[in-house]
């Protein structure tokens, strides 16, 4: 059923736009996010290649060959420039019919002084001398196969592909070509690259060239580029001033930072032959600030071009990143093939031109792969060999490469041509062939198919997906019950808190094993307060006081600073945010630095002289390579707002690894096993293609405060879709200070309002299934493809479904599989959530959701809730609700979030003899059932020295007790605290977590580190 509301727009386009160089390897997925690039407003300056191979009359290439000099020696920059008309404003083609080459304006380091410019006669690509013996002129390999009755029977005719191959059988020929070989770089491209001089003169745009130097020398997905020291980075800010136009009040724009690169760094990796490549072209065109690449599925990718991207102070753009999980047109039946649907409405001609799967092999080559007939072709292929989906039928998995001809004519003014005869078959060991392409020329495009092709527009993936559309019109759908019955309003509210409150666990409470000593527990909570004896009034010296402080931790633990899971920053004003960033994030050097949560506390934040306080989630047990996984997407795209700066959008840890009875084995494979604990960072409603807040054309900010609400939650079920969540433990959401913030009955009716809202958009997200939007379980499925079409019918056997969308790595968010008396859905409480009102937020949204924690690769029924009770039921004070969320490993490992609720008004918020210590012993006495015998907890250490540990504490400033003098947990002052589910006012929400360990499941042996508590 389609859902009821109009989807919001698209994103604008970036108003003023970027200047952005185009990484191209000749493939269509770098020209097509070049398209997307134009169509967000942003205008290419210059194509920047990297290829093998020697340029001729410069000698070998360093790095490459037995004679190789090395990766310090030097490389030449070459570029390709098509007359007076080149580098359009819109980035698109110069009407120019002629073509030259010429060296760019290049700084002398840069240039070698032998001939560094590629020869090319107009409009004809340069042909490389051979040294490998071929024979011209012979039948295709394809051609012997169809006469012997061989390759595929049901061969489509109306599908262009190879014929004509000159095919290589070791040498009978004079001619020789040394381009016989591919690079098969892990980064780049390479097939095909004698045809990239053509693109010049072919789009208008000027084209940079440098040799490949070096190999994949780090194989890792994740990447930090010259490991250079932290003083020789781009900060965040300087990056996002780049992007405004703006210029960094520190330094010229124009000069670049002094960091290593290929030509310098020692270890070799291919990637670092990037940096020389663009350093060159940041000299010739200054006004470069951004850069795109077209990195869909490939974090290897994404990663490298973005290390480089950020040390040299590029906005790393990769509009196509995600692009199979993001919403399609209703028509389309969205498909992982929609990508090439969109390619090809816009008239991109890509061409095949390696192969190297065992679906695929040369018959398909010079297959127009964005055509209708060949997307068709290579569905049908792959599916026999079990490879049709998770973006195999893009070329995802290095299936195939291909090479652009042709485009619209907002960026190809005119075509390039390889005839049949200059298309020569290479074949490779293992599967694998290409062609090797010679003599390709340039065609002038006539006026009428200019014209028409001007008018096919680039599709832009709509802002929000089904699931929150329906969640979007939900809101609005609650909005109106709250205005036209208060007393409705408050049924919602309630059936809304019995759904919240169901019972999912029989008794009796299972008996989890030996609870953990706070002191041995491998997660710790490190607190670090800014006040008058830290830096006074000056936030930098404050800020920096702290950092050397959490540094001083570090070293006494030795541990790293990837130790660092997530970060908590509070501060006092906002406006000091870019100012604290800068120097906290001199703390990361490595790859995905830790998640993180930034809120402004105002008047409110403790001591009243500190302007920042610092809370991290720290993990003291020595974590192995592999077993910390973290997400840090820092490019643009449509996907969820980029994280430039110091903090990653999610990083996660096994479960197994907070055993103490047994140490992890080093490596990861003792650990990387089972559940996965997720922390991800707190996410506020940017539209991710611009990194602007949404603008709505409704109601002000009725409308713009929905709107935020509902992306903003969408950015949170991406990220842990991506992460392979499954289920959250609990979560929050912060609101911006109402008004003044003096509490007044209007303010707290606005903030009722925002806690109801929130509570809607929460559980709209939870129910929602794919197929129904919101109807019941039993008719989901009833207009969607059943289990038979899914397995024959050849619609849905190569496409993903709209259900297919809602899935990362095969995962569900949630996943009612994992929870106990998950099957009935109506019945599991879903996770507790409650809102924060607070001073301010980052970028001025009006909300910023975070989830405490997610679960990952738990398997089923790994997770249960056990009901809220109220604290008398465990000798507590009247007005408290304590509420579990249990995870097991299934090797003798327990995970329990436990958290305590206090109602506004309770004799407990109300009477100054009720401390947070208190309320620790209530969360304690609950704790306590779950180690069995009544109670009767089982530890391993003294019980006078164990206490529940406090991952964090909310406190509305309406209670008598504000916990700020209690140093030993993170505490966040809050104008208000509200209870989503129940739309009332919270004095306090403690959330505390606790490990148990089952004897006889681990070994004697590992004990913790030694580290306290905050």
Known sequence: MAASRTPPPPPRPTEGGLSVIALVSGGKDSFFSILHCQANGHRVVALANLHPGTLPGSGPVPGLGSDAAGVGATV??????????????????????????AAAALPAATVDRAPAVIPATAGTAPELTSDIATRDGGESLLGQRQAAGEGHGDHDPSVESAGGHDYDDGGQDEQQDEDEHDLNSFMYQTVGHQVIPLYADATGIPLYRRAIVGGAGHHGKDYYSHRAPSSSKVSADVIENRASGAASPSSDTKAEPEVRGADDDDDGDETESMVPLLRAIMAAHPEANAICAGAILSTYQRTRVESVATHLGLVPLAYLWKFPTLPTPESSGASDAQLLDDMAAVGLEARIVKVASGGLDDSFLWTNVVSAGGRDKIARSMRRFGMAEGGAIIGEGGEFETIVLDGPARLFRKRIVVAEADRRLVM??????????????????????LADENNNEVRIPDLLDPRFISVLDTLSTVERIIETDVALSRDLARSSLESHLSETLPEPVPDLGTLQCPADAKLQQWCFVGNASTGGASVEVETASLVEQIHHRLQQATLAPSAIINATILLRRMADFPTINTIYGALFDAPNPPARVTISCGRLLSPADGNIAVYLTVHTGGLGPGQRQGLHVQSRSYWAPANIGPYSQAVAVPLRSLLTSKPPVVGGAATADGPQLVSIAGQIPLVPATMALPTTNGDGDGDALKLQLTLSLQHLWRIGLEMGVQWWTSGVAYFPACGGGDGSDGEKTVMAGRARMAARAWEASHRWSAGSEGEDDDDEDEDGPDLWDRTFDRRYMSYAGAAGREK????????????????????????????????????????????????????????????????????????????????????????????????????????????FSDLDRAAERAIAKLGGGGGDLSLACDAADWMPVALVRYVDVGRSESGSENTAAPVVPCASLWDAASGERLASVVVYQSVFEEEGRGEDGGGGEDDEDC
Request: proline share 5%; no cysteine; charged share 20%.
């Open 76 to 101: 030449p920059v070459t570029v390709t420039v098509t007359g007076a008309g080149a580098g359009p404003d819109a980035g698109g083609a110069s009407s120019s019919s002629s073509s030259s080459t």
């Open 808 to 915: 990362e790595g095969g995962q569900e968010l949630p996943d009612w599989e994992v929870v106990v008396g998950g099957k009935e859905r109506g019945a599991v409480r879903l996770p507790r959530l409650f809102v924060a009102e607070v001073a301010e937020l980052p970028r001025a949204a009006m909300v910023e959701w975070h989830a405490h924690l997610g679960i990952a690769k738990a398997p089923g029924t790994s997770v249960a809730l056990l009901n809220p009770i109220v604290g008398e039921d465990v000798g507590g004070e009247e007005g408290l609700s304590i509420s579990h969320t249990i995870v097991r490993s299934g090797t003798g490992l327990s995970l329990v979030q436990t958290v305590v609720a206090e109602k506004l008004g309770s004799p407990s918020s109300a009477s100054s003899m009720v401390s």
């Open 428 to 449: 490779e060991g293992g599967g694998t062939a290409w062609l090797n392409l010679r003599h390709a020329k340039l065609e002038a495009k006539d006026e009428k198919t």
